[in-house]
């Protein structure tokens, strides 16, 4: 009987780099990282993150921000302190 199972998936390129450079940041390999989701999985009967869809407000805003609509920018904390008056 083997000791192991293999996982098979597959996840875009840029996605994989930013989360391994994460992941080697921490000490942890790819491997190990899905070993440690499963275990928790396994342990606690379900999913170890809160995962939510945010409220139609603020999906209409995040995309609104993905498009570059109604971004604000400052220079400096004391200009975003002043707009809010």
């Known amino acids: 009987m083997s000791q192991t199972a293999v996982i098979h998936a597959r996840i875009d390129p840029a996605t994989k780099a930013a989360t391994e450079r994460i992941l080697a ?15 928790q999985i396994a342990m ?3 999913f170890p993150l809160e995962l939510r869809t945010p409220n139609f407000a603020t999906a209409k805003i995040l995309t ?13 904390v004391e200009d975003l302190y002043a707009s809010w008056e």
């Open 25 to 39: 940041s921490i000490g942890l390999t790819p491997t190990e990282a899905i070993r440690l989701l499963y275990r």
């Open 64 to 76: 609104k921000v993905d498009h570059g609509e109604d971004v604000e920018t400052f220079d400096n």
């Open 44 to 46: 606690r009967g379900e």
